[in-house]
C-alpha cells in the first residue's frame, strides 16, 4: 500500500480503502493503527495528491478517531471532502457527510449535524433514484433517514424524527417486499418498528406504540426461529 500510493495512486486509494475495509470488520485494530502510521508518512511529507489524498484522510480519520481531538479529525475530513467534490465522486461525498455529521453530533453542534446529514440525504437520494435495482443505495437512504431522525431526537423535535424514522421504515418495507429472507433488511425493519415504537411510547401514543413494537416482536421472532 505505501509504494502503490506514489507510484500508482489510483491503485493505491482502491487497495488502501479495501485493506482498511478488511481489518476494520475483523477487528484488527492493532493493525489499523500500524497501517495508519505507515500511510501518515505520505501526508507529512505532502507524496500524495487526488484521490489518492482524500482517501488517505479519510482512512487515518477514521482510524484515529478516538485518539485525536474531533476537531482535528473533522478538520481532516472536510478537506476529504473537499477534494471529493471536485473529483465529482458523489458517493464518496455522502459517506464524508455521515462521519462529519457523527461528530458533530457527539460534540453537541446538533444543528450543524442536521445540516450535514440532510446534505447526505439529498446526494443518496438522488443517487437512489438514479439506480433503483441498486438496494445498497436504497438501503443507504433509509440509513440516512435514521441518522437525521436521531439528531431530532436530541434536539426534542419529536415529530420530526418519528416523519423520519417512517420515510426509512416505508424503504424498507419496500426492501423486504423484494428479499424476504434477507436477513439484514428483516433486522433494519425491526429496528425500524421500534425506533418509532418509542416515540409513540414516550408521547404516550400507547395504542400505536404497542402495534409498533408487536410488528417489532414478529419479524424478531421470526429471525430467532431461523438461528
Request: charged share 25%; hydrophobic share 45%; aromatic share 8%.
Amino acid at each position: 500500500v505505501y509504494h502503490y500510493l506514489v507510484a500508482d495512486p489510483r491503485v493505491g486509494s482502491g487497495v488502501l480503502e479495501s485493506q482498511y475495509e478488511q481489518w476494520r470488520l475483523s477487528g484488527r485494530i492493532e493493525w489499523l493503527q500500524a497501517l495508519a502510521v505507515v500511510v501518515e508518512e505520505h501526508l507529512v511529507a505532502g507524496r500524495v495528491t487526488g484521490r489518492a489524498l482524500a482517501v488517505v484522510l479519510n482512512v487515518t480519520a477514521a482510524i484515529e478517531r478516538n485518539y485525536r481531538p474531533l476537531a482535528q479529525t473533522e478538520a481532516r475530513l472536510r478537506r476529504a471532502l473537499r477534494i471529493f467534490k471536485k473529483l465529482r465522486d458523489q458517493s464518496a461525498e455522502t459517506f464524508i457527510l455521515d462521519d462529519i455529521g457523527d461528530i458533530e453530533r457527539d460534540q453537541g453542534h446538533l444543528d450543524a449535524a442536521l445540516r450535514s446529514f440532510q446534505a447526505g440525504l439529498a446526494i443518496t437520494r438522488k443517487l437512489a433514484a438514479g439506480s433503483l435495482k441498486e438496494t445498497g443505495w436504497q438501503r443507504n437512504l433509509s440509513v440516512s433517514y435514521d441518522r437525521i431522525g436521531d439528531v431530532q431526537i436530541d434536539q426534542g423535535r419529536l415529530d420530526a424524527a418519528i416523519q423520519s424514522f417512517q420515510a426509512a421504515l416505508a424503504i424498507r418495507r419496500k426492501l423486504v417486499a423484494r428479499d424476504s429472507k434477507n436477513i439484514v433488511w428483516q433486522r433494519d425493519l425491526s429496528i425500524s418498528y421500534d425506533r418509532i415504537g418509542d416515540i409513540q411510547f414516550g408521547q404516550r401514543h400507547f395504542g400505536t406504540a404497542l402495534r409498533s413494537f408487536q410488528a417489532s416482536l414478529t419479524i424478531a421472532r421470526k429471525l430467532a426461529a431461523r438461528d
